[in-house]
């Protein structure tokens, strides 16, 4: 069925901004259209083989070593040129109605590209050996330069997408889409509801695993107890988070790697009235923060060894 045809349930498209107030999250019911994330699928996966040989050798690495300027940018991205094949997310009408509820009319695109989450198996010995147990493990670092189009994770610790945003409000929200079936092997998405409410903290993050999920400490004395939500599905999954929201990946498990989309949409410069006004309102502590992470040292590697995500 094409996007353009595809129905909406008001009701729950109405939604959006309430379960952003009330847990940091959306997921759209119904997501998008599965067969044309199939096609989108095919099409991505024929770019290059996603095994082992889209990193760089030890040696290689070595002699060069870049932890900056790795990821996605204009003029290297997977996803430019595919507009038309990418309009079934776009131009999706329960899409398009949730965004336009919580960042208000011409709402804007930030970012989008490809995450791969790699499977174990196409990971070279040398480099687990290097980022177990690490915070954060982009991957980009150790790739092939002709094939940084991409964001590839091997897991990555519990985050707000504030992180990427020093000095910037959290007036924008990330989508991200599943463009295959992604079950718990899958490196699926885990997110803990109820930790926007403490708004902007330095990662890495205060948690605490209970019986109740997390233990979630802002440092300043706040505290929030959340719940894990698995994000799993089939082709054309959806779901939006508010950029103060807690979620990571572990390792891939699969035997396959991970492709989804992920989106960055922000609210219009002026732009009233936009749900993520309400949600930011509603928030107990800072939507924007001058120093976002102290995991990384001045050359952009991990400084720390410590992950929340792996005991999930």
């Not at 069925?1 to 997921?27: E, L, Q």
């Amino acid at each position: 069925m094409a996007a353009t045809a595809r129905k909406i349930d008001a009701a729950a498209a109405s939604t959006a901004t309430r379960d952003f107030i009330d847990h940091g999250y959306h997921v759209f019911p119904g997501g998008v259209d599965p067969v044309a994330a199939d096609r989108l699928l095919a099409k991505l996966k024929a770019t290059r083989d996603w095994d082992h040989s889209l990193f760089l050798t030890e040696a290689a690495f070595d002699a060069d070593p870049q932890y900056t300027g790795v990821n996605p940018k204009p003029g290297r991205n997977l996803l430019e040129g595919l507009d038309e094949d990418l309009a079934f997310v776009e131009q999706d009408p329960g899409i398009v109605a949730g965004l336009t509820e919580v960042l208000g009319p011409g709402y804007e695109l930030m970012n989008r590209k490809v995450v791969c989450g790699v499977p174990a198996r196409s990971v070279p010995a040398w480099l687990k050996a290097r980022i177990t147990d690490n915070p954060v493990n982009n991957l980009g670092a150790y790739v092939k330069p002709q094939y940084r189009d991409v964001t590839y994770f091997y897991g990555i610790d519990f985050h707000q997408d504030l992180i990427d945003f020093k000095d910037r409000e959290a007036d924008f929200i990330t989508l991200y889409v599943y463009i295959h079936p992604v079950t718990r092997h899958d490196a699926p998405l885990f997110l803990l509801e109820d930790s926007h409410v403490l708004g902007a903290t330095v990662f890495p993050h205060d948690l605490e695993k209970n019986d109740r999920g997390w233990l979630y400490r802002d440092g300043k004395g706040g505290w929030a107890q959340t719940t894990q939500k698995l994000l799993v599905g089939d082709a054309g999954y959806a779901a939006m988070w508010h950029a103060c929201t807690l979620h990571g990946t572990q390792p891939d498990a699969a035997d396959n790697e991970r492709l989804s989309l992920r989106y960055l949409y922000a609210k219009a410069p002026g732009a009233k009235g936009a749900g993520i006004d309400a949600v930011n309102a509603s928030l107990r502590g800072p939507t924007m923060l001058s120093s976002t992470r102290q995991d990384l040292d001045a050359r952009g590697a991990a400084r720390i060894k410590a992950n929340s995500v792996n005991k999930a």
